[in-house]
């Protein structure tokens, strides 16, 4: 094969990942200023045709020769599939919400699922009679329609920590950097700033689409290189990979978007024919570690592995094997450890392994106490993680009687040594992170290893689909009903729910939560003022007014959740004290503070009524969604 045939996938992704490398440098030496961040744009695209001259020769030829008529049959399914596509995003949009929402499909109505499944059917069809180029593009636009749910329907955003980085770019934009500088979270900082100065386009804009936008672009086209070099048979294996949840690709956090780069990563290291391919390998990796470290050290890790292979010297191999493998095993409990001793302050605490909490997923369970449907689709979910075993374990059976030896080495030692590194992360006691945070750790270091494991997932897909083309139309169809089912079934469970079997419990930053952060701005006066609120209140001061205030090194709203603040906000919503409100007011040195309570607070009726007996003045906004109770310290 020729490298041109992937030549543009191949620019886009180093000309991204030099966006953020760069970029990152840029705001560590001079800072990300508007001169900075296009010179950075420039630079970027430069160093692009500079390290891939081989690469952007695109071969129209081979793009139009490849087998593809327009039956009649073809354009009915294109058709069918453009309305589908066109008819959910339409859903989506007209049901826009700045409620506090649980979640999407508290107002998406469902009929959109019944276009999602037939939508999927058709493009399931396609794949197999249009040209790689169109099925590219569709995959990547079923792709976006998968991943933006909650971009959509969420006009203010959800979520905690997109505030919080909207609202460090924000600040970046001011300042050029942020002190103390930190080396992490800069690939996500980089890509926004550049975006807002270069195209326009506001900070929380360029913010919510990055991840949702980028990962169906990134996903498309590397899926598209796997086609091209023969890795890949059947286009629908990419498709077919949405029956697993893609929960990392639908809000922009470091974290998500560091998966998205390693992701890509693993895919273009599937066969790799030349060592020049390495160059966007190492641009990838060190993408997803300058943007989030558990993703980006195994990034660097698995690219130095793979790099050795090329080496003539056996030595060096070998040498190189075992400091990876090691590496895969100790390095990410090792910085876990270093970090939470540096930044907590607190010793952390060891105990036995605990892995519950991890291995959770491979649980089963049998749900019988609602309507069929539900219980249909919650059982089908909790098949998800024995089924995920069963299709890594049938790809490794694959790739041995393949004898694709490579595939134990670049992606069996990761998720082997991974997996062991979630297992140890177990034995610390993060005991200062509220108790949901603290499987974290492990958790993430799971989810990476099942990352490597996208390789072996594959070939099972496409050996699956090879079979499935020798059967009867019969088997064919009872298989794309059942697929379509299950793929609409993972659509539903990638997203925040809330039913008889679930609540995500986590509230969508609302209209009412805007209204009273400026309410409590404008009252204040310019006092010096605290606020205890929950995390959405919080979330919509830093989208609104960024990090303004800061006393005694604490910010004014109660972030993170481990802080200070939090642990009085909670004192309040358990008991309405007015010892309390002092005791915050005095650890921060103001006079003023407000107590805000939402309406869909447990305890918010009886709560209301005792916090503004002890308030100074209350007020109620948001056609009673919001209570705000002022005190002053005497």
């Known amino acids: 094969m020729t490298h041109s045939r992937y030549s543009l996938s191949h620019l886009f992704l180093s000309f991204i990942s030099l966006l953020a490398i760069i970029g990152s440098i840029t705001y560590i030496t001079v800072g990300l200023t508007p001169v900075s961040t296009f010179i950075v744009f420039v630079v970027s695209l430069l160093f692009c045709l500079l390290l891939n001259h081989n690469y952007y020769k695109i071969d129209f030829k081979h793009l139009s020769s490849q087998e593809f008529s327009w039956s009649r049959y073809t354009i009915l399914l294109t058709i069918a599939y453009c309305i589908c596509f066109l008819a959910g995003i339409y859903f989506l949009y007209n049901n826009r919400s700045n409620l506090p929402l649980i979640t999407p499909w508290q107002v998406v109505p469902p009929i959109m699922f019944l276009f999602y499944g037939i939508g999927t059917a058709c493009l399931l069809v396609l794949t197999f009679r249009i040209k790689q180029w169109l099925a590219t593009l569709l995959l990547g636009f079923h792709f976006l329609w998968s991943f933006s749910v909650v971009l959509i329907v969420f006009s203010i955003g959800y979520g ?71 890795t890949l048979t059947y286009y629908g294996s990419a498709l077919l990979l949405l029956i697993f949840s893609f929960s990392i690709c639908i809000v922009t956090t470091p974290q998500n978007l560091a998966y998205i780069f390693l992701i890509a990563t693993i895919l273009w290291s599937i066969k790799l024919e ?183 997932i594959l070939l099972t897909l496409d050996n699956f689909i090879k079979h499935l083309q020798q059967k009867t139309v019969y088997i064919q169809l009872t298989w794309l009903i059942l697929i379509s089912i299950l793929i609409t079934t993972s659509f539903y469970f990638s997203y925040p729910r809330f039913d008889h079997y679930y609540n995500s419990h986590g509230f969508a930053t609302s209209g009412a939560d805007i ?27 830093l989208r609104e007014f960024g990090f303004s205030k800061y006393y005694k090194d604490l910010f004014y709203y109660p972030i993170p959740t481990g802080g200070p603040l939090y642990q009085y906000y909670l004192q309040m919503v358990g008991k309405p004290e007015l010892a309390t409100i002092e005791a915050a007011m005095k650890l921060t040195g103001v006079t003023k503070a407000y107590f805000v309570l939402n309406d869909y607070w447990w305890a918010a009726d009886k709560l209301g009524p005792e916090a503004a007996a002890i308030a100074d003045e209350s007020i109620t906004l948001g056609n009673g969604q919001i209570m705000i109770f002022e005190y002053n310290l005497k």
């Open 515 to 541: 209204e009273a952060v400026h309410w409590i701005n404008n009252d204040a006066l310019n006092q010096d003022y605290i606020v205890l609120a929950n995390q959405q209140v919080s979330a919509a001061a």
């Open 274 to 456: 030349n060592p020049k391919e390495l160059i966007l390998i190492w641009l990838m990796a060190l993408a997803a570690f300058i943007t989030q470290p558990v993703a980006g050290i195994p990034a660097i890790i698995f690219t130095l592995s793979i790099t050795s292979t090329f080496s003539t010297n056996i030595l060096i191999k070998k040498i190189f094997t075992i400091i990876t493998s090691i590496g895969y095993i100790f390095i990410l409990p090792l910085a876990f450890y270093i970090f939470s001793q540096t930044n907590s302050g607190t010793i952390v605490q060891w105990q036995w392994p605990h892995l519950k909490d991890i291995f959770s997923f491979l649980i089963l369970k049998n749900p019988i106490k609602e309507v069929w449907w539900l219980n249909s689709i919650y059982f089908l979910q909790s098949l998800q993680g024995i089924m995920y075993l069963l299709v890594v374990a049938s790809g490794i059976i694959v790739a041995w009687k393949k004898k694709l030896w490579t595939y134990f080495k670049y992606f069996g030692l990761p998720m082997i040594g991974l997996l062991l590194s979630a297992i140890i992360s177990t034995s610390f006691n993060f005991h200062f992170l509220i108790d949901y945070e603290r499987s974290d750790y492990a958790g993430r270091i799971l989810f990476v290893a099942g990352l490597f494991s996208l390789p072996f």
């Open 160 to 230: 905690y920590d997109p505030f919080i980085h909207q609202a460090a770019v924000q600040s970046i934009k001011q300042l050029g950097q942020i002190f103390p500088i930190t080396f992490y979270y800069l690939g996500q900082y980089s890509l926004v700033s550049i975006g807002h100065s270069i195209f326009g386009g506001s900070i929380h804009f360029w913010d919510k689409i990055l991840v949702p936008l980028l990962g169906s672009i990134i996903l498309a086209l590397s899926f598209l290189k796997l086609k091209q070099n023969n």
